[in-house]
């Protein structure tokens, strides 16, 4: 099959793709030790967390999450079971074309964009990386359809290095929580790489990804049964206290 390299993006997405480095932030005595509460707590409740997206290798993880862009991770898990069975390497996504592919994820949403994306990714990853995933992360912003947040949760779950990626939960139960009252993901990740204590950082995104999914939900909060409601300043505002 000819394949076709899309030009290199990588020079437009670099300044984009530095990683965020952790400011300095002076913390009062009390605010260090109840963000060190907090991640105690989180870290007795549940010490090993991980995604929830299934894949079987560094590519397949890659893609999984790419896809979970704006989708539930249990509707791409649904898709991918029987996707990844048949390619879960570049070249077989390849050969399995795009017309497929974009009948395996129709359940997801965008799933046009991200099914041509996927089969971009691949010829990129089977012509310049020989059919494995860059494990940096401006080559992996460089991959069409992969932000700034793929990467980082890559790079996270890879052990590459530790990395907070913000999507609408973190977001959220950051700024409940006050960790953050950054206005954008940018921001709140910056503030999460400089506050969360280094020993928690490559957990930190599982558990406040799962607090939000599960007990910090975007409408009703679970104010009454949540782990760390002592140590949140919200709580008063969700229980009429
Ligand atoms: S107390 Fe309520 S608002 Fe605060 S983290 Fe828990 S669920 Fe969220």
Redesign the pocket.
């Known amino acids: 099959m000819t394949t076709t390299m899309p030009p290199d993006p990588a020079a437009k997405k670099s300044a984009r793709a530095r990683a965020v480095k952790p400011k300095r932030k002076r913390l009062s005595p009390a605010e260090a030790a109840r963000i060190e509460a907090l991640f105690a707590r989180f870290e007795a409740a549940e010490p090993a967390p991980a995604t929830e997206l299934a894949y079987r290798n560094p590519y397949t993880l890659v893609v999984a999450v790419a896809l979970s862009a704006q989708a539930t991770d249990k509707s791409v898990n649904k898709a991918t079971e029987r996707l990844f069975a048949v390619a879960d390497t570049p070249q077989a996504m390849i050969e399995l074309g795009e017309a497929r592919l974009t009948e395996a994820i129709k359940t997801i949403g965008l799933y046009r964009t991200k099914a041509k994306n996927v089969i971009a990714l691949s010829r990129i990853l089977v012509d310049r990386y020989g059919g494995e995933v860059p494990l940096s992360r401006e080559a992996l912003q460089a991959l069409p359809g992969v932000g700034r947040k793929t990467a980082s949760v890559v790079l996270n779950e890879l052990g590459v290095e530790p990395a907070i990626a913000v999507d609408t939960h973190v977001f959220r139960?950051s700024h409940?929580?006050k960790l953050s009252d950054a206005p954008t993901p940018e921001g709140v990740e910056q503030d999460l790489m400089a506050r969360v204590p280094e020993r928690w950082r490559t957990r930190a995104h599982h558990w406040l990804i799962l607090?939000g999914r599960y007990?910090?939900v975007a409408r009703r909060?679970?104010?009454e049964v949540?782990p760390?409601?002592d140590l949140?300043p919200?709580?008063a505002?969700?229980?009429g206290m």
Request: net charge positive; aromatic share 6%.
């Open positions: 139960v409940r929580l607090h007990v910090c909060p679970k104010c949540c760390v409601a949140c919200s709580r505002l969700y229980l």
